[in-house]
């Protein structure tokens, strides 16, 4: 009888389907996975070290570059956790604000990762449909930050600004026709706000579009179904959180169990899966986008009606206004203070956390009352899920660890930090 | 968040926190609450003993562990440029780095690991915190109580050099294959001690000392303000 043994293989980091730079080293039994060893770090930037050498404000831009899909919602728990401890209470606008951008990482979180999943599955045209939506929340966040990605908007306190109240519009190019242009721009005429609910106007439309591509799709279902089954129990055992904890039928969810931001004051209902599967994953995500679609419409309404500040007026902790800063002397050393030293919050620990697009993402910050965080620990949510990729491909067959790494939504900038 | 709610939250907490002092002061646990968060302080012997009583006893029911992280108490609460009369020179960019003298602290209050831990059942968190010995950094291993703690075991001891005992598989995971050193340790320098380039004559990446000068662009200050001052005298258990 000839020898049979296991054999190791490597997958990744240039593997298109490692979404970014996990290496994984399988230890195979011809097709079935017997182990799998994610080796990761291959991205670590040691944010938490950096942030350790700066004012706290200094670091909000390194939080979009943590989930480099989902930014606001990273500079989000990070700004909560130093308003607790500052003991800021921020203005009713602002929540509105933060939790209308929220969504808005939400909606592009999952479409980045329908369309990935997809393609990593074998769908190539789900990708295409996502990528031209998300073209248009990328103009909100650009509208409103300046930046399409890395939007550095939240603040401790509120916002960075308001919202704008023009739509910036294509301009006629020689690269597309003047109808095109026009056609583009026909959603833009009004404000940011104006553009924000035509979208969630039209959105349900379209991913009912992505739903009739995947959700009765034959391949789609023999990929998905059954694989990866995680039952509630070892969900909780294993640090799950959001849509993987979701999926194996736990309704659990900070926005509604925990709520922060304007969550308490929008409507929205909070899909839970059955089997806890990975089409289980797919179809709790697929309505997070709709109920997503529904807090905008809410969010925009209520921003529509009631104008106000985004920011704290606190000068100690927010910067006075430019014009303030020209003609006041206490406002330029307000101003001259807060950048060259920023501020220094009492000494003490907080650990604020959000909802982010892929489960939990907390910041616990130590403060010893100075001007920089004497430690910061990001808890991001894929670093514990991909924690649990041996026990959720054993047994499975080589092509299932394309699919349990879509359904984990893995991205490397937060999990390597 | 509404009134009600506050006030609910607020009840849960001094339950828990009553709960806790009941049951582990007698073991020498610390329970406080601040920022409407409670911790406890466990000392290290009772680490597992306590944590899966936590896990497992109705009134608690963490069945969650959310977050284990490493800290390095070295340097706490000291300045990099202590400015308490006017003086003539600035703070210098350049060269004189503030060295954190790393044996102030004592030996025991060096190091710590903090674990996080939530009840879905109770919809409450709980911060436990363990300080360990600063010489010999070893701590039970809580994964046998809660598998989550697996990675994030391995990267508070591929950071801080803390060692799990007990961890099935105690290796690095974030830093670089070979890696020497524990990068998050107060007294490791923010520029690394290594870098690597590609040299064209040996055809092979090569690692030499690092060139970067260290530079401090803000330094650390500690400002006494007033306005917290006062509120931690009115209302030191919650904010």
């Not at chain 1, 908007?153 to 109808?179: E, H, I, K, T, W």
């Not at chain 1, 969900?235 to 509604?256: C, E, H, I, N, Y």
Request: charged share 25%; hydrophobic share 40%; net charge negative.
């Amino acid at each position: 009888m000839p020898e049979i043994r296991n054999y190791t293989l490597n997958f990744g980091p240039q593997h298109p389907a490692a979404h970014g730079v996990l290496r994984l080293v399988l230890e195979m039994d011809g097709e079935v996975i017997e182990r799998a060893d994610p080796h990761i770090g291959l991205l670590h930037r040691a944010t938490e070290k950096l942030a350790e050498s700066k004012p706290y404000n200094q670091t909000i831009p390194y939080m979009d570059r943590l989930d480099y899909v989902s930014m606001m919602c990273s500079e989000h728990g990070y700004v909560m956790a130093i308003e607790k401890l500052l003991g800021v209470e921020v203005p009713l606008r602002a929540k509105y604000i933060r939790t209308l951008f929220d969504e808005i990482t939400r909606i592009l979180n999952h479409l980045m990762w329908l369309g990935t999943h997809a393609l990593d599955v074998g769908a190539m045209t789900v990708f295409l449909y996502a990528f031209r939506e998300r073209e248009d929340l990328m103009d909100c966040y650009e509208a409103v930050s300046g930046a399409r990605m890395h939007a550095a908007y939240y603040r401790v306190g509120g916002v960075y600004r308001d919202l704008p109240d023009v739509m910036p519009r294509y301009a006629n190019n020689q690269f597309r026709s003047d109808a095109d242009i026009a056609r583009k721009n026909e959603t833009r005429q009004g404000s940011l706000l104006d553009f924000i609910d035509d979208f969630a106007n039209r959105f349900p439309g379209l991913v009912d579009e992505y739903e009739t591509l995947l959700t009765d799709n034959r391949i789609w279902k023999q990929r998905t179904v059954g694989i990866g089954v995680v039952t509630p129990e070892r969900a909780r055992q294993l640090s799950f959180t959001g849509p993987m904890v979701r999926g194996s039928g736990l309704a659990w969810d900070l926005r509604k169990k925990q709520p922060y931001a304007a969550y308490n004051r929008v409507d929205f209902d909070i899909p839970v899966g059955v089997n806890g599967d990975c089409y289980d994953r797919y179809l709790v995500r697929i309505e997070e986008l709709r109920q997503s679609t529904r807090i905008i419409k809410q969010c925009v309404q209520w921003l529509r009606e009631n104008p106000g500040p985004v920011i704290v007026q606190d000068h100690k902790i927010s910067p006075p206004a430019r014009d303030y800063m020209k003609g006041d002397m206490e406002s330029l050393i307000h101003h001259f203070k807060l950048f060259t030293e920023g501020y220094c919050p009492p000494a003490g620990e907080a650990y604020a956390a959000v909802e982010a697009p892929k489960g939990e993402f907390g910041c616990y910050v130590v403060s010893d009352g100075s001007n920089k965080p004497f430690r910061l620990k990001i808890r991001a949510p894929g670093f514990a899920h991909l924690a649990a990729m041996d026990e959720m491909v054993k047994g499975h067959m080589l092509a299932d660890v394309v699919a349990v790494i879509g359904t984990m939504d893995v991205v490397f900038g937060e999990i390597d930090r | 968040m509404n009134e009600a709610v506050k006030t609910k939250s607020q009840l849960r907490h001094e339950t828990l926190q009553a709960n806790l002092i009941d049951r582990y002061a007698s073991k020498g646990c610390v329970v406080t609450a601040a920022l409407g968060e409670v911790t406890m302080v466990i000392p290290r012997e009772h680490l597992l003993a306590i944590a899966t009583e936590l896990r497992d006893d109705a009134a608690f029911q963490f069945e969650e562990l959310i977050d284990a992280c490493g800290i390095d108490y070295a340097g706490y609460g000291e300045s990099e440029w202590v400015t308490q009369e006017a003086s003539a020179a600035g703070f210098n960019r350049g060269v004189n780095r503030h060295i954190i003298d790393v044996s102030a602290r004592g030996e025991n209050d060096r190091f710590a690991v903090v674990y996080h831990l939530l009840s879905m059942v109770h919809n409450q968190r709980l911060r436990l915190r363990t300080f360990v010995d600063a010489l010999q950094p070893i701590v039970d291993s809580v994964v046998g109580i809660w598998r989550g703690a697996d990675w994030f075991e391995r990267e508070a001891f591929d950071l801080y050099g803390i060692m799990f005992s007990g961890h099935p598989d105690l290796r690095r995971i974030l830093t670089d294959y070979g890696f020497v050193g524990h990068p998050f340790r107060k007294d490791f320098p923010l520029e690394g001690t290594v870098q690597m380039r590609y040299d064209a004559e040996q055809a092979r990446v090569i690692y030499e000392p690092v060139t970067l000068d260290p530079r401090v662009l803000v330094p650390k200050v500690i400002r006494e303000d007033n306005r917290f001052v006062s509120n931690a005298q009115q209302d030191p258990t919650d904010a």
